[in-house]
């Protein structure tokens, strides 16, 4: 089946840099994406969500990007906190039906003081 | 309670056993989701329920789990005869409505299998 995937597994930032976390989707039926954060022993998180008919979107110190000609999503964290450690998850569906979440393997982002 | 509960947080149980996990979702919210998550995975979709309609039980992986939710309530997810393979992390989210909305998690039973 389609998958969600992403372009690294592993990041490491100086604390108090910008991080980008990168993610590919196939699907191009999926009309709203989301990430999530999830730390250790700990269920997903939820940090930020964008629907199709907008390329851009903004919450506290992060910041979705949402490229749907070529079928590609981003998070940026701005001012890396140590809290900010954590496996990050993109995640895709699409509005109709069960709406279940097709989920990418993760990117662990590592804060380094 | 404030956000989804789930229990046990950790199960350790023989190959063979039968297994029941339980969620609580968040007050008010239609929409129930069951995902498993094996060690260093993403999370893969198993079960939907939405009020009392149907649930799409689409992604349970055998005939060996099932899952049932009353009304807008608890749900329990059940695995049959345990194998190895079925041990991870499982992970119920509600969501509030039919929309798209994001799905809130709890922390999950992690299951093992002996």
């Known amino acids: 089946g389609e998958s969600v995937g992403l372009h690294l597994p592993t990041l490491s930032v100086q604390e108090g840099d910008n991080s980008i976390i990168n993610c590919a989707y196939s699907?191009?039926?999926?009309?709203?994406f989301i990430w999530y954060k999830q730390e250790s022993g700990k269920g997903p998180q939820f940090i930020i969500d964008i629907r199709s008919n907008m390329d851009k979107r903004q919450g506290q110190r992060v910041t979705v990007l949402l490229n749907k000609t070529v079928k590609h999503l981003s998070l940026q964290i701005a001012a890396t906190q140590p809290g900010d450690s954590a496996v990050y998850f993109c995640?895709?569906?699409?509005?109709?039906?069960?709406?279940?979440?097709?989920f990418g393997q993760g990117t662990r982002l590592t804060i380094n003081p | 309670g404030a956000g989804v509960s789930q229990s046990p947080s950790n199960k350790v149980t023989e190959k063979g056993k039968d297994v029941e996990l339980r969620c609580d979702p968040i007050?008010?919210?239609?929409?129930l989701y069951w995902y498993r998550q094996r060690l260093g995975q993403g999370l893969e979709f198993l079960i939907y329920?939405?009020?009392?309609?149907?649930?799409?039980k689409s992604g349970l992986p055998s005939d060996r789990f099932s899952a049932e939710r009353t009304g807008e309530s608890v749900s329990t997810l059940t695995i049959q005869r345990t194998q190895q393979e079925d041990s991870a992390v499982y992970l119920c989210?509600?969501?509030?409505?039919?929309?798209?909305?994001?799905?809130?998690f709890g922390d999950g039973t992690r299951l093992s299998i002996l």
């Open positions: 995640a895709e569906t699409r509005e109709g039906g069960a709406q279940k979440l097709v």
């Open positions: 699907n191009s039926a999926s009309d709203y």
């Open positions: 989210a509600s969501k509030a409505g039919r929309g798209n909305q994001p799905q809130h």
């Open positions: 329920f939405q009020g009392n309609s149907a649930p799409d």
């Open positions: 007050s008010g919210h239609t929409a």
